[in-house]
């Protein structure tokens, strides 16, 4: 099983590509992360938000493989603990589906995005930017991993 997360924007600070280079060598044999940075739409005076969302839908749909499991990460989704995710992932696991995570920009996913989705996840009530969800969902990734494997990271 591999996983692959979709996210509006490019560029992250050096503190969040390094923090998240250290999630992706760490789950490098149970579960390869890739991260794949879609371009933000144009926004600013005079331009169309509508139309910047649907071209960042447009472009994440793009990027969705073949029989994946596509989880949106939204706000008005479900929460699930850190075990309920690790759950999760023994399920796609058993459906032999890669599990695929996308994460909007600024103004969130595209409705396109957000009905392609087989499931809506929040990370909560808080809003965070989105390239530290990245992070976020990286670490809580690797520890669904190792509840899984019955490692002592988690601790709770």
């Known amino acids: 099983m591999r996983a692959r997360v979709i996210s ?34 144009d926004r600013g005076k005079g331009r ?34 850190s075990e309920e995710l690790a759950v999760q992932l023994g399920q796609w696991r058993m459906q ?9 920009g600024p103004d969130g996913l595209a409705a396109a995005a957000l009905a392609r989705a ?13 390239m530290l969800v990245r992070l976020i969902l990286a670490e809580q990734l690797y520890r669904a991993v190792s509840l899984l494997g019955n490692h002592p990271y988690h601790r709770a």
Request: net charge negative; charged share 25%; proline share 6%.
């Open 48 to 81: 169309d938000l509508v139309r910047a969302l649907e071209d960042e839908g447009a472009a994440m749909l793009a990027a969705i493989p073949k029989g994946a499991h596509v989880v949106a990460l939204d706000g008005r989704g479900k929460t699930w603990s």
């Open 118 to 130: 087989d499931q809506r996840f929040s990370l909560g009530a808080l809003t965070l930017p989105h």
């Open 8 to 41: 509006v924007g490019e560029r992250m600070p050096g503190w969040v590509a390094e923090g998240l280079a250290e999630y992706q060598k760490r789950l490098s044999r149970e579960l390869p992360l890739d991260l794949v940075e879609l371009k933000l739409g």
């Open 96 to 104: 032999g589906r890669d599990p695929v995570f996308l994460i909007g």
